[in-house]
């Protein structure tokens, strides 16, 4: 079936970044397989995430179908979209339908983008993971694709005002070495490994990143650990209405 709708799309978006001038660094783009499955699992720190983390599929030539909440589909501009570039509706209350797409897609080839935290991280340090992204990787048999993403969150993230008209911006999208479920047997292991190299990529991605706050009440992008005034991670559950995770 041709692609109409994506490429599009992905110009339309790059000549957006132009225009801002972003500055963008993609890094391990080749670790995306040239044909075949594969899945994307990112962190998420903007609203923003799934376009750059597609961008870290670009170098291998690949279109990522990103599985998305129901409500995106049903608004009345992006909804035509998100069809058109054959993303994966997810129905929280089906959640089924939604995965058995997903697995669907990934056996005929498809790369598919997942963020398994789920949520947006309000203290922009990676969550805890759902353990759908092995479950569907075991299930087809493809590698999963850890990926860090860092600086969206200065353009449009959960609880602060969009700047989609920020310039200069440098955003860091960075893709991992496949891991490959025959090494990890078991979905827990699998996600624990998972896990560990998305947190090593985003650590990454946040030290060597090229701007630093401009003064002390800038620092809200910047998680707390690195001396930002982001929320903890026991701070951002409860703004989320959940209990603080006792996993490491």
Same mark, same amino acid.
């Given at each position: 079936?041709?692609?109409?709708?994506?490429?599009?799309?992905?110009?339309?978006?790059?000549?957006?970044?132009?225009?801002?001038?972003?500055?963008?660094?993609?890094?391990?783009?080749?670790? &995306?397989? =040239?044909?075949? /499955? *594969?899945?994307?699992?990112?962190?998420? #720190?903007?609203? %923003?995430?799934?376009?750059?983390?597609?961008?870290?599929?670009?170098?291998?030539?690949?279109?990522?179908?990103?599985?998305?909440?129901?409500?995106?589909?049903?608004?009345?501009?992006?909804?035509?979209?998100?069809?058109?570039?054959?993303?994966?509706? &997810?129905? =929280?209350?089906? /959640? *089924?339908?939604?995965?058995?797409?997903? #697995?669907?897609? %990934?056996?005929?080839?498809?790369?598919?983008?997942?963020?398994?935290?789920?949520?947006?991280?309000?203290?922009?340090?990676?969550?805890?993971?759902?353990?759908?992204?092995?479950?569907?990787?075991?299930?087809?048999?493809?590698?999963?694709?850890?990926?860090?993403?860092?600086?969206?969150?200065?353009?449009?993230?959960?609880?602060?005002?969009?700047? %989609?008209?920020?310039?200069?911006?440098?955003?860091?999208?960075?893709?991992?070495?496949?891991?490959?479920?025959?090494?990890?047997?078991?979905?827990?292991?699998?996600?624990?490994?998972?896990?560990?190299?998305?947190?090593?990529?985003?650590?990454?991605?946040?030290?060597?990143?090229?701007?630093?706050?401009?003064?002390?009440?800038?620092?809200?992008?910047?998680?707390?650990?690195?001396?930002?005034?982001?929320?903890?991670?026991?701070?951002?559950?409860?703004?989320?209405?959940?209990?603080?995770?006792?996993?490491?």
């Amino acid at each position: 079936m041709p692609e109409l709708v994506y490429p599009p799309v992905i110009a339309a978006v790059k000549t957006m970044f132009r225009v801002l001038d972003l500055r963008l660094t993609v890094e391990g783009g080749q670790h &995306v397989p =040239r044909t075949g /499955g *594969a899945v994307m699992a990112s962190n998420h #720190v903007s609203y %923003l995430d799934f376009i750059f983390c597609g961008l870290g599929a670009q170098p291998s030539g690949r279109l990522v179908r990103f599985m998305a909440k129901q409500e995106v589909f049903a608004n009345r501009y992006a909804g035509p979209l998100m069809r058109g570039m054959r993303h994966i509706p &997810v129905n =929280r209350e089906a /959640g *089924a339908g939604s995965y058995e797409a997903a #697995v669907g897609a %990934l056996k005929r080839g498809e790369v598919v983008g997942v963020f398994p935290e789920a949520t947006i991280s309000r203290s922009f340090t990676v969550k805890q993971l759902k353990s759908g992204t092995a479950r569907m990787a075991q299930e087809a048999g493809v590698p999963i694709l850890p990926v860090a993403v860092w600086g969206t969150q200065r353009l449009w993230t959960k609880g602060r005002p969009r700047q %989609l008209n920020r310039r200069h911006t440098p955003i860091t999208i960075l893709v991992g070495e496949p891991i490959h479920p025959d090494d990890h047997p078991y979905s827990a292991g699998l996600m624990r490994e998972l896990k560990s190299r998305i947190e090593a990529l985003v650590d990454r991605a946040q030290r060597e990143y090229p701007d630093r706050p401009a003064d002390p009440t800038d620092g809200w992008w910047q998680p707390a650990h690195l001396g930002g005034t982001a929320p903890t991670p026991e701070e951002a559950a409860v703004l989320d209405g959940r209990r603080p995770s006792r996993t490491p």
